[in-house]
């Protein structure tokens, strides 16, 4: 009897803890801040945070997945913010999974979360899931991944990058460093996704507005799925089918423009043979840019990502916002500098 009696005080402590394990197919972590932090010395965010009842606030951040690396570079950052903050902070990890995406966000309504921060991997597979959280009068950040159009009135907002700015950007960085013209290669994210779309429309709209001679031509455009290896193998099938006619490289990840970069090196090309643009800022990236393998990217910090959103989740929570009502401004956008050799020093090393 004893050892049950202990048992259960100690199941009861760890509970108010804040240190059980929570997640969707059991592959995250859930952690709770004390007193003092970071936060709460540069500006009060960790009083800020505290709800109505004066408990640490719980919040739940449903990522894509940790296995790729803008996924555990987000993770990371926000659990930082989160122990700064005071946060009972829990992670679940979707597992680059449409399926596991939606349980997490299941499981974080079922939790009775005071917000839910949502980085979906298919925005349809997880909108029964924002229902859910919208009837449970649950806020729902929206964050990098944007939701349907039509599931905008479930959530309380978005925070992170605009895709179409990322593609506006590298039509620039093309157009204006490619005074001939030529073909263009452009090398995607996975199909169908939202970012995979925003980033190609932004791209063939804003060269439409440039090009008013029509001195370009995207030749294909083509998956690698954000894979440096599978971009290798893609690129040297484009550079037989096309060869000189590539002067471009518009891929929608650093990890995909390298791939290229290499490619074109082992088929004899120079680097000024080829403008290569990126899109993320990633470390490979930013290196590429400074050595001259790939001549610039869109930067994509997840750090400043996660600062911005925590800023958000605190609002959020100090204002008591939830369902219908919405932040104001409801889109809260990321910067997107552009990276060339000009000035990739102050953006070194990098954060992913």
Known sequence: MRKRKMLAV???LMLVVGFSLAACGGGGSSSAAGGSSAAAAEGGSAEAAATASGDAPKVVFQVFGTGAPYGAAMAASLEAEAKARGWDYTLMDGKLDATENAKCVEEAVAMGVDVI????IDSAACSPAYQKAFDAGIPVLNETIKCL???????????GPDDIIHGNEAAELVYDNLPD????????????????????????????ELDTDG???????????????KAISVMNDMITKYGDKIKAV?????????GAALALEESGYAPDDVYIVGVGGSRDGLAGVQSGQIDATTLQSPTRSMVQTADLVDKI???????????????NWLPIPKVTIENVEEYMPGDW
């Open 10 to 12: 100690l199941l009861c």
């Open 117 to 120: 921060i949502s980085m979906p």
């Open 149 to 159: 159009p039509e599931d905008e009135d479930l959530m309380v907002g978005y925070s």
């Open 181 to 208: 013209g030529g073909g263009i290669i452009m090398l995607t994210t996975a199909p169908g996704q939202d970012t995979t779309v925003k980033r190609q429309q932004g791209f063939e709209d804003r060269l439409a």
């Open 215 to 229: 001195k370009f031509e995207i030749l294909q455009i083509i998956n690698t799925d954000s894979q440096k290896e």
């Open 250 to 258: 518009y891929a929608h990840e650093d990890y995909s423009a390298v």
């Open 317 to 331: 929570i100090a204002e008591g916002i939830k369902p219908p009502a919405q932040l104001d401004p409801y889109d």
